[in-house]
């Protein structure tokens, strides 16, 4: 892992390991509760989230994730379990990609969590995919709908006979 760390952003090496790099690595790991592995895996995948600065860039973002996920009723894990399946979503631009996505995601009455599936997307792509989201929630509503109509009209039944 280290190796591919260096390799994608080799920028590190010269970081101050003792600031912004260890703040960095603190607020990763404390605001998404992240085991030292986990949080391994995330940097290893996206080692240019230590090029980010904190209070202009991170904290902005893990905020807003964190507000839409209480806002949605998500249990208190959702943005971590988002950061770990996709560790890109916080090198993403909060205004420019992320706040458009998932406003457009909840707009469709989809999960915020599914902002992992849609944020690497291309605009046209991401269009279609969430159509498509949209219309099978849809549909599973339906057979819900009629699932429930069919036992209500079953335990009507029993409770005459």
């Known amino acids: 892992q280290v190796k591919r760390v260096i390799f994608q ?3 590190i090496v010269g ?15 404390t605001r998404l509760s ?3 592995e986990e949080l391994g895996l995330v940097l290893s995948k996206m080692p240019t989230l230590m090029n ?13 994730l964190e507000k ?3 806002k949605t009723n998500h249990s208190d894990d959702v943005v971590k379990r988002m950061v770990l399946k996709q560790p890109t979503l916080l090198g ?43 219309l099978r929630k849809q549909r599973q509503r339906q057979v819900d709908i009629q699932k429930n109509v069919r036992n209500t009209s079953r335990s009507k039944m029993a409770y005459l006979h």
Do not use: C
């Open 52 to 64: 980010l600065g904190i209070k202009s860039n991170l904290l902005p973002k893990l905020e807003y």
């Open 15 to 29: 970081l101050n390991t003792e600031g912004t790099l260890q703040q960095k690595l603190d607020l990763l790991q």
């Open 68 to 70: 839409v996920a209480k």
């Open 92 to 134: 993403y631009s909060l205004e420019n990609r992320i706040r458009p996505r998932m406003e457009k995601i909840i707009s469709a009455g989809l999960s915020a969590d599914k902002v992992t599936v849609g944020i690497s997307m291309a605009e046209h792509k991401f269009q279609d995919w969430l159509a498509s989201s949209q």
């Open 9 to 11: 952003a080799p920028q």
């Open 34 to 36: 992240l085991t030292r």
